[in-house]
């Protein structure tokens, strides 16, 4: 049987006295795309922070590609796993280049310097975003999804095998969130990375993920074939509101809430 890449088990953490997430359980194989949805303060971004090593305090398991994380080492944690937290806050004023090359922290000496090999990764990561053209930008000047690219690049920089990414689409216009998911599903084709991205978009991840876990108050509420989230049933125990569906090219389906296409919902919030 084949090892998965990722096998969580009973994954559970408090912040600050408060249960946030409890008894989540999933695996993710070689080569998945997989989702985490669920409404606001459900412990999506949380899940991921504790899978990245960010977040310590919680009880459970979580295992890479056969090994309990406890037994990484910060550098071999890196080498399997690349966080993209949300983008937010103050930049640091480097150059687009300068900062997709702190991605190769992984695979360089504590005072060792970038090698050939180095800049070579630095360059292919920055053509295969194709934002090789920004290269001497500064991060100060970019636009928000000139740096959310920029921070993927430096994602493929570390060429580890699983790929976090948390919420990679907030604060891009639709063009931009289309071109961001495109180019996330080209990079899982392309590189064969393993890639987790929590997301509010319930279209997103019926479109572009093999399967999606929901959570809901710190629990798992689904947990299947992200075309399967095609079902009112499902969709209204995740977020306690009902939806309707429209076919559209491709055989896909998209969900939309009925309290937005003007359906009488029966008195539900």
């Not at 997430?21 to 949380?46: C, H, Y």
């Not at 090593?53 to 690349?82: F, H, K, N, P």
């Not at 695979?107 to 800049?119: Q, V």
């Amino acid at each position: 049987m084949t090892t998965p890449l990722l096998d969580v088990s009973g994954l559970s953490v408090s912040l600050g006295g408060k249960p946030v997430l409890q008894d989540v359980a999933f695996t993710m194989q070689q080569g998945e795309i997989r989702a985490i949805i669920g409404p606001n303060g459900a412990g999506k971004s949380t899940c991921v922070r504790c899978l990245a090593g960010v977040v310590a305090g919680w009880t459970g398991g979580i295992r890479l590609d056969g090994r309990a994380q406890a037994e990484l080492s910060r550098r071999e944690l890196a080498r399997l796993v690349c966080y993209l937290p949300q983008i937010g806050g103050a930049l640091p004023a480097f150059s687009v280049w300068e900062y997709v090359s702190m991605g190769r922290y992984a695979h360089i000496g504590l005072w060792d310097g970038l090698g050939a090999r180095d800049a070579e990764a630095i360059d292919r990561a920055l053509h295969d975003v194709d934002i090789i053209h920004l290269r001497d930008r500064r991060l100060t000047t970019l636009s928000g999804g000139e740096r959310q690219m920029a921070a993927i690049a430096a994602g493929l920089a570390q060429e580890a095998r699983l790929l976090v990414l948390d919420e990679p689409a907030t604060f891009l216009d639709p063009l931009r969130q289309d071109m961001l998911l495109e180019l996330v599903g080209r990079i899982h084709r392309e590189r064969g990375v393993s890639v987790l991205m929590v997301t509010h978009d319930v279209n997103a991840a019926m479109l572009h993920t093999h399967r999606t876990l929901a959570l809901r108050g710190g629990r798992v509420v689904f947990d299947g074939l992200s075309g399967e989230l095609a079902d009112d049933a499902t969709l209204r125990r995740i977020y306690a509101m009902d939806f309707a569906f429209a076919p559209v090219a491709g055989g896909h389906t998209l969900a939309v809430s009925k309290r937005m296409a003007g359906v009488d919902t029966g008195g539900l919030p």
